[in-house]
Structures are given as C-alpha cells and as structure tokens.
C-alpha cells in the first residue's frame, strides 16, 4: 500500500515539477544543494572587464548583421541574422548564469552592485536552456504570424463575393494587403466607415486567433522565468526596470491627473466624429468606436484633424521646404547645425558615409526611421526613407537626438551605455521633436512666413499646433498604460478572458469599444506587436510625461519667458550642456538620480505639470469649444459593454483552470525559489 501511495506521489510530483521548468535530474541534486554565492571582489571587477569587451563585440556582430538585413532584406542575410541573434541570446545567458553566482547583497561598492543587477535582474536565462530556446522559439512564432498577414481588399457589397467561385478565386488573387503600407493608409485616409471597420476587423481576425494559444504558453514561460528571477510574475519583472516599488500605482496617479485633459480633447473628437458618421455609427455622449480614429489602433488621432477641425489654416511647413530646395542631406544637415547650435558635436564622417537617408533604387530596404549604434565607439548611422515633409524634417532631429545620446555615453561600461530605463531615450528625443516642430523654431529657420509672437501664446496658429501635439500625445499616453495594464493583469491573474478585459481597461482608460462584437476566441491585444513580441510598452507613457519635463529644464537653461509651447532653446549654449550632462552618464545612474540631475535638484520623481502648462491654452480653448457637450468625457451602457462582455460556453471550465494554474504557480514558485 504504502510503494503504491509513493509511485503515486512521485509521478505528481514528477509531474509538477517538469510543469515548472525544472528537470528531474535538476530536481534530484538541485533542491537539496546551491551553489555558495561568490563575494569576491576581484572577481566581481575581472568578471566585469571580460563582460565589457566580450558584450561589445557581440552587440556589434549582431549590429552589422541586422543593418545589413534592414537595407537588404535577402534570405541569406536574414540566416545570417538570426544566427548572430542566437549566438548573442547564448551569450547573454552565459552571462547571466556567471553574474548570478554573486552574492550583491554582500558587495559595498554601489557601481559594482549596480552594474552586476543590470545583468541578473532582466531577461528570460532563469528558465535553463531548453525552456530559454522554447520561448525564444514562442516569441519567433508569433513574429512570423504577424508580419505574414496579408488582407483582401475591401469592396462595396463584398458579402455577395462568396456564393461565386469564379469571383472568390479572381478576388483572392488580389488579397496581399499589409499592414504596412496597405492597411495602414487605409486606416489614415479612408473615411469610408464601412471599409474602415473592414479593415480594422480582417486584420486581427488574421493576427489575433492564430496566436492566441502559443500567447497562453509565452505567458506560462515568461513567468516561469521571473520567478527564476526572483520576481513575483513577468509583469513585476518588466516593472524592475523603472527602479520604483511603486511603479504599477504611480503611473495610475500620473494618468489621473492627465485624464481630465484627456476628456476635453476626447469630446471635442468625438463632436466631430459624430457630425462626420451620425447616430449608426456612435452615440454623442458615448464611447468612440475604435475604427475610425485614423490609427489601426486608436492610438493616435493627427490622421482625422480634417473631420474634427474642417476649416484648419495649419502653414504649408512641406511645400515651403520644396519650395527652398531641401533634399534629404539638407534636412539631416540642417538637424546637424541645430545640435552643434547647443555646442554639441558634429555628427563623424564615419555618420555620414554609412547612413542611409533616402530609400535606395536597387534592394529592399525597411524604411522605418532608427538610429543604430554598432557597439564600436565610433559608428553610428541613421537608417531613414527620408521624404521632403514636415514630419521627416523633426524625425531627422529625433533620430539624429538618439546618435547624440550614443555618442554622449561612449565614456561609460557597455552596462552603462544606454538609458536607465528605457523610457528616457524616447523621452530625449521627443523633446528636441517638441522644439523643432513648433511654430517659433520653424520660423526662427525660414520655414514659417507667418508673424508668431513668443509671448502670445493664444493665436490660432499657436492653438492648432497644440491641437496636433494632443491628438498625437494624449491618446497614446491612453493606449500605452491600457496595453501594459492589461499584460500586468494577464502576467497575474492568468490568460482566462483576456480578450473582454483588453475592452474593459480600453474602455476605462480611452473612452473606445470595438466596432462589432469580440469573443473569447479573438485575441485584440495580440493585434499590437509590442505585445506579442515580448517589447515593453510602458515606456512611450513614462517617455511622454518625460519629454515635457526634460523639455521645460532645457527651457529654463536657456532662459525662456513666455508660455512654455513657444519656447525655443535653439542655439542655447547653457540648455546644450545640461543635455550633454544628462546624456553623459548613460545609466550609471538611477532614473530617480538622472531627474535630479535634469531638473537640477527641484525633484526626482515624474511629474506631469510641464505636459499640463504646456497645453494650458489648449484646454482653456477645448472648454469652450464643448460648453455645450452634455457630458466631457463618456457615458457607457449595456450596449458597449455587451460588445465584448459576453459569458462563455466555458466559463466553468475556464474558471476551474485558473484555479489550477494558480495552485500550480504557487507550488512552483516554492519549488523553484528551494532550487535558488
């Protein structure tokens, strides 16, 4: 009786275990025996010396191997690609498994210790080998899937097609459709509502269930390799990075205080919309149907300023630019001479003889603009399709914003070179974006005829730039706390309707429902390749409150007087060396540390009080342009709620697995902390 009991006990035990991660062998000799931790400090200092060179050469090899895939896109380079990708995903563990076996707790020096959990704390080594490679495996998967999409065209009456062969087989021939460029436009041109739902629907009928399943595992896996990691589960994880305890309600505050901006720019869109589709399409005290936004997201609304605002007057910033003459070297030159205006260097002649600035006649090149630093000290290029317009113009200095920062911090380890978290790159760039593209700057260069008065900041011009800059930022702050609001939860709780609580937080935090009804079978989230590619994207909302912050320091240094949307620092000698300063030191400091130091001892925390006096003319205009809404913001009812609150065939079932799952994370989590 008492060896059946024990066979028994073993094979759930063996069970369990192997549902951990853990191998039985591990198991054996693993839970009874750990390593002792090493705290010597030689080793420490000699560890990091070989990591420093050993990393560079290998963010280099996997720099040249990804540019050269990126501007041509052949079979051979994309092999070559993905086995510099391998070798370095190798590597990293390696890494990880060597700094581990240090005891930090035990080593006094801050910058040791500091440089030492950059390389523990991130990353998916935890799992061991096999389990490592299936989730690079899962992620992969899902990458494919997703670029692989291809939609039919949209036709008027297409409902018909499919009881004709002869027409389903010549229309098929057509159904090539990418999301870039294809779907993409269409979301930003058409103002066809029916093609546009078309659209937005097709595409994550195509993305979204084929994922679904292997999403399931990524979040088994990922949280696997957090507890591994010493965390709760993948989303406190991905939270680390922030260096703030409390980080999951911080930026809950930081959005409440931003939301009631929102809504005013939230009713006066939807007005517009309103007066453009009518009743059928969304009520005008309602929520905004996701569709018809302008963003196959929703994400940002610059794309239907026509519908919401018919009679701008917005400066031809693009035709003036033709009109002077500007080719693609010139914008880039022009970017140049803004940064060496601040006393900052010129960009190397190693830039400007590998950089691509406009799309090449002969390969395939991924136009998406990037900024690349190749690991060396002394290469760095700008990848860009580089069109005559207003937009690739401040791009230019965006992406030229990111070599400065590369260059800035070459002094540093290689642990170090690269921000704190990753929000403060983008938060940098977009503040010299901010400068660039406004009205002052631009005609301060030649490029804005009209008379713009600094100390004015309530002409219409000055209005219709804050329109444009709201539409683009304030949605997304929405968008970018729903998506990772919505993984925490997912990492937490479990994948058990994951789809209704995407549209739940989508509705509370962006006033937005799905244009037709969405199931426990869709995967709407998965629609967003940051989500299943494992990217973090918490980082665009920490970047957005950042770039307001960084931009009002830059603004002070430089001794602005007037409302802060009209500053420009442009060949401020004192604004260019603290944000030299700032670069410099890469992440040798905590974000706490480098906020200090921006805003030059006034505070270490975010704040969004530069974004809220940014935009404080903006708003006092929006209150009057909706004194007659009957509700700033959105009521919701049954009707959108029951788009994608729907009670599965399942539900028992389903809720009887996440019991399991929860007992089974429990029972792991003790056993994988024993191995530790």
Same mark, same amino acid.
């Given at each position: 009786?008492?060896?059946?009991?024990?066979?028994?006990?073993?094979?759930?035990?063996?069970?369990?275990?192997?549902?951990?991660?853990?191998?039985?062998?591990?198991?054996?000799?693993?839970?009874?025996?750990?390593?002792?931790?090493?705290?010597?400090?030689?080793?420490?200092?000699?560890?990091?010396?070989?990591?420093?060179?050993?990393? %560079?050469?290998?963010?280099?090899?996997?720099?040249?191997?990804?540019?050269?895939?990126?501007?041509?896109?052949?079979?051979?380079?994309?092999?070559?690609?993905?086995?510099?990708?391998?070798?370095?995903?190798?590597?990293?563990?390696?890494?990880?498994?060597?700094?581990?076996?240090?005891?930090?707790?035990?080593?006094?020096?801050?910058?040791?210790?500091?440089?030492?959990?950059?390389?523990?704390?991130?990353?998916?080594?935890?799992?061991?080998?096999?389990?490592?490679?299936?989730?690079?495996?899962?992620?992969?998967?899902?990458?494919?899937?997703?670029?692989?999409?291809?939609?039919?065209?949209?036709?008027?009456?297409?409902?018909?097609?499919?009881?004709?062969?002869?027409?389903?087989?010549?229309?098929?021939?057509?159904?090539?459709?990418?999301?870039?460029?294809?779907?993409?436009?269409?979301?930003?041109?058409?103002?066809?509502?029916?093609?546009?739902?078309?659209?937005?629907?097709?595409?994550?009928?195509?993305?979204?269930?084929?994922?679904?399943?292997?999403?399931?595992?990524?979040?088994?896996?990922?949280?696997?390799?957090?507890?591994?990691?010493?965390?709760?589960?993948?989303?406190?994880?991905?939270?680390?990075?922030?260096?703030?305890?409390?980080?999951?309600?911080?930026?809950?505050?930081?959005?409440?205080?931003?939301?009631?901006?929102?809504?005013?720019?939230?009713?006066?869109?939807?007005?517009?919309?309103?007066?453009?589709?009518?009743?059928?399409?969304?009520?005008?005290?309602?929520?905004?149907?996701?569709?018809?936004?302008?963003?196959?997201?929703?994400?940002?609304?610059?794309?239907?300023?026509?519908?919401?605002?018919?009679? #701008?007057?917005?400066?031809?910033?693009?035709?003036?630019?033709?009109?002077?003459?500007?080719?693609?070297?010139?914008?880039?030159?022009?970017?140049? =001479?803004?940064?060496?205006?601040?006393?900052?260097?010129?960009?190397?002649?190693?830039?400007?003889?590998?950089?691509?600035?406009?799309?090449?006649?002969?390969?395939?090149?991924?136009?998406?603009?990037?900024?690349?630093?190749?690991?060396?000290?002394?290469?760095?290029?700008?990848?860009?399709?580089?069109? !005559?317009?207003?937009?690739?113009? !401040?791009?230019?200095?965006?992406?030229?914003?990111?070599?400065?920062?590369?260059?800035?911090?070459?002094?540093?380890?290689?642990?170090?070179?690269?921000?704190?978290?990753?929000?403060?790159?983008?938060?940098?760039?977009?503040?010299?974006?901010?400068?660039?593209?406004?009205?002052?700057?631009?005609?301060?260069?030649?490029?804005?005829? %009209?008379?713009?008065?600094?100390?004015?900041?309530?002409?219409?011009?000055?209005? =219709?730039?804050?329109?444009?800059?709201?539409?683009?930022?304030?949605?997304?702050?929405?968008? %970018?706390?729903?998506?990772?609001?919505?993984?925490?939860?997912?990492?937490?709780?479990?994948?058990?309707?994951?789809?209704?609580?995407?549209?739940?937080?989508?509705?509370?935090?962006?006033?937005?429902?799905?244009?037709?009804?969405?199931?426990?079978?869709?995967?709407?989230?998965?629609?967003?390749?940051?989500?299943?590619?494992?990217?973090?994207?918490?980082?665009?909302?920490?970047?957005?409150?950042?770039?307001?912050?960084?931009?009002?320091?830059?603004?002070?240094?430089?001794?602005?007087?007037?409302?802060?949307?009209?500053?420009?620092?442009?060949?401020?000698?004192?604004?260019?060396?603290?944000?030299?300063?700032?670069?410099?030191?890469?992440?040798?400091?905590?974000?706490?540390?480098?906020?200090?130091?921006?805003?030059?001892?006034?505070?270490?925390?975010?704040?969004?009080?530069?974004?809220?006096?940014?935009?404080?003319?903006?708003?006092?205009?929006?209150?009057?342009?909706?004194?007659? =809404?009957?509700?700033?913001?959105?009521?919701?009812?049954?009707?959108?709620?029951?788009?994608?609150?729907?009670?599965?065939?399942?539900?028992?079932?389903?809720?009887?697995?996440?019991?399991?799952?929860?007992?089974?994370?429990?029972?792991?989590?003790?056993?994988? #902390?024993?191995?530790?």
């Amino acid at each position: 009786m008492f060896r059946r009991l024990w066979k028994f006990y073993s094979l759930i035990l063996l069970i369990v275990i192997n549902s951990c991660g853990i191998s039985s062998a591990q198991f054996s000799t693993d839970l009874f025996y750990k390593e002792p931790a090493n705290d010597n400090l030689g080793d420490v200092v000699q560890f990091l010396r070989e990591y420093d060179r050993e990393a %560079s050469d290998t963010c280099n090899r996997i720099a040249t191997a990804e540019w050269k895939y990126a501007t041509n896109a052949t079979d051979f380079n994309r092999r070559r690609m993905k086995e510099q990708q391998n070798l370095a995903s190798k590597f990293e563990c390696i890494s990880w498994r060597r700094a581990s076996r240090y005891d930090t707790s035990r080593i006094l020096e801050n910058n040791l210790r500091r440089q030492l959990d950059r390389i523990v704390y991130q990353g998916k080594c935890g799992l061991g080998d096999e389990k490592h490679l299936e989730i690079t495996h899962v992620i992969t998967m899902m990458k494919d899937n997703y670029n692989q999409v291809r939609v039919c065209p949209y036709r008027a009456g297409q409902t018909n097609l499919y009881s004709d062969g002869h027409n389903i087989t010549s229309y098929h021939a057509y159904c090539d459709l990418r999301l870039e460029p294809d779907l993409t436009s269409i979301m930003e041109r058409s103002r066809n509502e029916r093609e546009l739902k078309y659209a937005w629907t097709e595409f994550r009928e195509k993305v979204g269930p084929p994922n679904r399943n292997t999403f399931m595992r990524y979040i088994d896996l990922a949280n696997q390799a957090a507890v591994q990691h010493g965390f709760r589960d993948a989303g406190e994880q991905m939270r680390e990075v922030y260096e703030d305890p409390d980080f999951f309600f911080t930026v809950q505050d930081l959005w409440t205080q931003v939301q009631p901006l929102y809504k005013q720019l939230f009713s006066f869109v939807r007005k517009g919309l309103y007066i453009k589709y009518g009743d059928n399409v969304l009520r005008s005290d309602g929520p905004i149907p996701a569709h018809i936004l302008g963003n196959m997201w929703g994400q940002n609304w610059r794309n239907i300023i026509d519908i919401i605002k018919p009679h #701008l007057e917005t400066p031809d910033i693009t035709g003036e630019m033709i009109k002077q003459g500007y080719t693609p070297t010139k914008i880039f030159q022009v970017a140049e =001479e803004f940064f060496t205006s601040l006393g900052l260097p010129p960009m190397s002649p190693e830039f400007w003889r590998n950089s691509i600035i406009q799309k090449p006649n002969d390969v395939y090149t991924q136009c998406a603009a990037s900024a690349w630093d190749f690991c060396n000290l002394l290469d760095f290029r700008i990848k860009q399709c580089t069109q !005559i317009s207003l937009e690739d113009f !401040i791009n230019s200095h965006h992406e030229m914003t990111h070599i400065h920062y590369y260059m800035q911090y070459t002094t540093q380890p290689f642990i170090y070179r690269d921000s704190p978290n990753p929000a403060f790159h983008e938060a940098v760039a977009h503040a010299i974006a901010l400068n660039v593209g406004g009205p002052v700057h631009l005609q301060k260069i030649g490029l804005l005829s %009209s008379p713009i008065s600094a100390s004015n900041g309530n002409s219409m011009i000055n209005i =219709e730039y804050l329109l444009n800059v709201a539409l683009d930022k304030l949605p997304f702050m929405a968008f %970018s706390l729903t998506v990772e609001k919505w993984r925490w939860y997912v990492f937490e709780k479990g994948p058990v309707g994951m789809n209704s609580r995407w549209w739940d937080l989508r509705l509370r935090f962006q006033g937005i429902i799905p244009p037709d009804v969405r199931t426990s079978q869709h995967f709407d989230a998965g629609a967003k390749y940051h989500v299943i590619s494992d990217q973090d994207y918490i980082k665009y909302f920490v970047a957005t409150i950042l770039q307001f912050q960084i931009y009002a320091e830059l603004c002070s240094a430089a001794n602005h007087i007037g409302p802060l949307h009209t500053c420009d620092f442009y060949r401020s000698r004192e604004a260019g060396r603290l944000l030299s300063d700032f670069m410099q030191r890469g992440a040798s400091l905590s974000s706490s540390q480098l906020i200090k130091l921006i805003t030059r001892g006034k505070t270490s925390r975010l704040s969004v009080d530069p974004l809220l006096e940014f935009f404080r003319p903006l708003e006092a205009w929006l209150e009057s342009q909706n004194r007659d =809404e009957s509700i700033i913001g959105w009521s919701s009812n049954m009707d959108d709620v029951q788009l994608f609150q729907y009670i599965g065939f399942n539900h028992a079932t389903d809720n009887l697995n996440l019991r399991l799952n929860k007992l089974l994370t429990i029972i792991c989590s003790m056993l994988i #902390l024993k191995l530790m």
